[in-house]
């Protein structure tokens, strides 16, 4: 399975930027799916999660801010992401799961199986 990250870049505090993933490979089922990101220095967070049932879960330093999505026929997913702050500055990655998602351990990157190269999201001040 791969997982292919596109969107990204650089815009001002306050902007908007749209990240979208596609996975391809041998797919059998419809994967959960979620967003993490990794600042330099720091741990990968947790920022979205959409589940196979359509369900979604946001990070607290997202939420309001962030929108995430999927088109389940073209194993996409989308983050929207508005009133960016510097703090939102990191590589984002897209991850996926197919094996049932405990929902107490979401929050953990070791939790998914597959994981795209990342983009660079840059907010300035």
């Known amino acids: 399975v791969r997982l292919a990250e596109s969107g990204g870049g650089s815009v001002p505090a306050g902007g908007s930027l749209a990240l979208s993933c596609a996975a391809s490979?041998?797919?059998?089922?419809?994967?959960?799916m979620g967003w993490f990101r990794q600042a330099p220095g720091r741990e990968r967070e947790f920022v979205a999660l959409?589940?196979?049932?359509?369900?979604?879960d946001y990070g607290d330093s997202v939420k309001g801010r962030f929108t995430i999505s999927r088109d389940n026929d073209k194993i996409t997913e989308y983050l929207q992401m508005n009133s960016l702050q510097p703090e939102d500055t990191a590589v984002y990655f897209c991850?996926?799961?197919?094996?049932?998602?405990?929902?107490?351990?979401?929050?953990?990157?070791?939790?998914?199986?597959?994981w795209g190269q990342g983009t660079q999201v840059t907010i300035s001040s």
């Open positions: 959409i589940t196979a049932s359509g369900t979604t």
């Open positions: 991850a996926a799961m197919f094996a049932p998602l405990p929902w107490s351990r979401r929050l953990e990157p070791e939790s998914y199986e597959h």
């Open positions: 490979g041998e797919i059998f089922s419809i994967p959960h």
